[in-house]
């Protein structure tokens, strides 16, 4: 029902700046709650950022939190990640997520999910 495109990730040294999209193809996008998670080669995926269909966002209390913001255009369709004060262990595949309703941190609330953009940090 729903397909996701990410794009915008790429190669930045520590301490720059990075701004991620999610293309959504789907009728209903503003009905969607949208999350970014992402994962490190041999770790677990880890939750970034969430939003919910009226704007509210959620990050994890450390890692992210003051650095990266989520946002959405529904008139676009587009869900973003702004990514500033990036460090070397922010580097991991981005994975925008979406599901009906309501959603926070936990991925296995999630139907829907792109194939990922690699986000590399440089020290």
């Known amino acids: 029902q729903v397909q996701l495109v990410e794009s915008g990730g790429g190669l930045v040294q520590a301490g720059g700046s990075l701004r991620l999209s999610c293309a959504a193809s789907g009728r209903t996008f503003s009905t969607y709650t949208m999350a970014w998670f992402r994962q490190a080669p041999g770790k677990e995926r880890e939750f970034v950022a969430r939003i919910s269909r009226s704007g509210i966002t959620t990050y994890p209390v450390d890692s992210v939190k003051g650095r990266f913001t989520i946002s959405r255009d529904n008139a676009k369709n587009t869900v973003y990640l702004q990514m500033n004060s990036l460090k070397p262990e922010d580097t991991a595949v981005y994975y925008c997520?979406?599901?009906?309703?309501?959603?926070?941190?936990?991925?296995?609330?999630?139907?829907?999910w792109g194939q990922g953009t690699q986000v590399t940090v440089s020290s």
């Open positions: 997520a979406a599901t009906y309703g309501s959603a926070y941190s936990n991925q296995a609330d999630y139907n829907y």
